[in-house]
């Protein structure tokens, strides 16, 4: 069965930092592209960044680029998201997902495979 688990979520002052993890089970790691998305209450889930494991190509929303990174590391099948200069508006359920296909964020859609959310709430 294919697994994401994504962890890693807390609480934390604005400016600080935390670092999300999905690790994934059940698929050919290296065939896939794994994106962050995350959600408000009340709004659409919103793609925040993602990776093409075999070349380790990421790609960035304009909200987070420069503020976050997204790396994976191939022989753990594992993707992690290191957040830093946090802000109360990246307070979020955030989701890590998988899809057999390009980099992008704009087609959530083709995202076939999902993990469960981790909650990140940034105070102010």
């Known amino acids: 069965d294919v697994q994401l688990q994504a962890s890693g979520g807390g609480l934390v002052q604005a400016g600080g930092s935390l670092r999300l993890s999905c690790a994934a089970s059940?698929?050919?790691?290296?065939?896939?592209?794994i994106g962050w998305f995350r959600q408000v209450p009340g709004k659409e889930r919103e793609g925040v960044a993602c990776i093409l494991n075999s070349d380790h190509t990421t790609y960035y929303a304009t909200s987070v680029k420069g503020r976050f990174t997204i790396s994976s590391d191939n022989a753990k099948n594992t993707v992690f998201l290191q957040m830093s200069g946090l802000k109360p508006e990246d307070t979020a359920v955030y989701y890590c997902?998988?899809?057999?296909?390009?980099?992008?964020?704009?087609?959530?859609?083709?995202?076939?495979?999902w993990g469960q959310g981790t909650l990140v709430t940034v105070s102010s």
């Open positions: 997902a998988a899809m057999r296909g390009p980099l992008t964020l704009g087609h959530i859609d083709w995202y076939d495979y």
């Open positions: 059940g698929f050919t790691f290296n065939d896939y592209t």
